[in-house]
Nanobody
Framework: QLQLVESGGGLVQPGGSLRLSCAAD????????IAWLRQAPEKEREAVSC?????????NYADSVKGRFTISRDNARSTVYLQMNKLKPEDTAVYYC????????????????????WGRGTQVTVSS
């Protein structure tokens, strides 16, 4: 069974940090680009970051998180991480990780349409 499982969400004060994890099961994580997306209440789901297959140097970030979020992958652990620093209240959302439908794509996209396997999400709340 192909699945992704997110963890690491929680409640944090503005300016704080969290690290999200996305664990893959049922497929070889190394072969796929992975994205982190988020959805806030009454807002559309948006991609915030992605990392290409194999070469973790190929990353992409939404303008809203550049300089604050860092995506990385540990293929030996079949896990992708999202380090989130300097969190703001507007970062509050359910965060999902998702797998590109195409194997071996070194270039990743911030388009929701590129991803066909999704985790169930983890809640991140930034509030004082």
């Amino acid at each position: 069974q192909l699945q992704l499982v997110e963890s690491g969400g929680g409640l944090v004060q503005p300016g704080g940090s969290l690290r999200l994890s996305c664990a893959a099961d049922g497929f070889i994580l190394d072969s796929y680009a992975i994205a982190w997306l988020r959805q806030a209440p009454e807002k559309e789901r948006e991609a915030v970051s992605c990392v290409g297959a194999h070469n973790a140097a190929l990353t992409n970030y939404a303008d809203s998180v550049k300089g604050r979020f860092t995506i990385s992958r540990d293929n030996a652990r079949s896990t992708v991480y999202l380090q989130m620093n300097k969190l703001k209240p507007e970062d509050t959302a359910v965060y999902y990780c998702a797998r590109d439908w195409r194997p071996n794509s070194d270039i990743c996209s911030l388009s929701n349409d590129e991803y066909n396997i999704w985790g169930r999400g983890t809640q991140v709340t930034v509030s004082s």
